[in-house]
T-cell receptor, first 112, second 110 residues
């Protein structure tokens, strides 16, 4: 049973650097979601894909953030010119249509 | 999506039932109640969801009041591994995102 996987699990980067995270969803799931979670808060929605199409983006997703899901399978989330405020846990989830979402373990980003 | 109100923390003795309340007084007729939990440093885990009838699965039971303005998640025999933050979420079924809120930190004590 392979759930949602994310890579890397931890990333430390210096302010101004670019980072990219990868998410591999459950194989038969057609929807993929990205959330961000800061300490002590619940996850906040960033964006979602149905197959390869990015259908919704939160206003939290500034122009420094870009997400792709090129073949409708894995997805990448890139943050350009990182800032200290980008430090957070980045969570990926997948679902079949509108059924319940299954989350990965997250990538913890620390910007120094 | 309707907002939810949950107590910030609760304690429960190991082996006893844990009853986690959630208020969703502005819920609409087409909004479902979902429960997720997040164990420290892990991604959220789906527990259960329902519309208006009570639901039960291998993890928990969900009791929704008749007016649907509140619900209770019941873990029948809490273990130390159930220590987590529990999120109550209401969502229109075909909407795509969850609004998590701050949740309830459940501490299961030996």
């Amino acid at each position: 049973d392979t759930g949602v996987s994310q890579d890397p699990r931890h990333k430390i980067t210096k302010r101004g650097q670019n980072v990219t995270f990868r998410c591999d969803p459950i194989s038969e799931h057609n929807r993929l979601y990205w959330y961000r979670q800061t300490l002590g808060q619940g996850p906040e929605f960033l964006t979602y894909f149905q197959n390869e199409a990015q259908l919704e983006k939160s206003r939290l997703l500034s122009d420094r953030f870009s997400a792709e899901r090129p073949k409708g399978s894995f997805s990448t989330l890139e943050i350009q010119r990182t800032e200290q405020g980008d430090s957070a846990m980045y969570l990926c989830a997948s679902s079949w249509d509108t059924y319940e979402q299954y989350f990965g373990p997250g990538t913890r980003l620390t910007v120094t | 999506d309707a907002k939810t109100t949950q107590p910030p923390s609760m304690d429960c003795a190991e082996g006893r039932a844990a009853n986690l309340p959630c208020n969703h007084s502005t819920i609409s007729g087409n909004e479902y109640v979902y429960w997720y939990r997040q164990i420290h440093s892990q991604g959220p885990q789906y527990i259960i969801h329902g519309l208006k009838n009570n639901e039960t699965n291998e993890m928990a039971s969900l009791i929704i009041t008749e007016d649907r303005k509140s619900s209770t998640l019941i873990l029948p025999h809490a273990t130390l591994r159930d220590t987590a933050v529990y999120y109550c979420i209401v969502r229109v079924y075909n909407f795509n995102k969850f609004y998590f809120g701050s949740g309830t930190k459940l501490n299961v004590k030996p």
